[in-house]
Nanobody
Framework: QVQLAESGGGLVQAGGSLRLACVAS????????MGWYRQAPGKQREWVAD???????SYADSVKGRFTISRDNARNTVYLQMNSLKPEDTAVYFC?????????WGQGTQVTVSS
């Protein structure tokens, strides 16, 4: 059974940093593309960043230059380093794994940025 567990969320002041982590279990992690999404109150879930099995990355325009996605296949973990945080980054952040036709989600971790 595939499970994704996010951690690292919290309350931070604008301009601060947080690093989210998502640990995967129940699958061969290195064979899966990983991504981060977020959902703010009253809004639809939106894509934040992706990293392929080969380590290529892509970012939403709203976070480009501030967020960095990375993966450690030895630890079955994907990270999201978030710098220069803004109040509009406040959301629940979700980890996503895509392997073939299947998609898995974590339970989410809350990030709150105060002004």
């Amino acid at each position: 059974q595939v499970q994704l567990a996010e951690s690292g969320g919290g309350l931070v002041q604008a301009g601060g940093s947080l690093r989210l982590a998502c640990v995967a279990s129940g699958t061969i992690f290195r064979r899966n593309q990983m991504g981060w999404y977020r959902q703010a109150p009253g809004k639809q879930r939106e894509w934040v960043a992706d990293i392929t099995t080969g380590g290529s990355t892509s970012y939403a325009d709203s976070v480009k230059g501030r967020f960095t996605i990375s993966r450690d296949n030895a630890r079955n973990t994907v990270y999201l380093q978030m710098n220069s945080l803004k109040p509009e980054d406040t959301a629940v952040y979700f980890c996503q794994m895509r392997g073939g036709p299947l998609t898995y989600w974590g339970q989410g971790t809350q990030v709150t940025v105060s002004s």
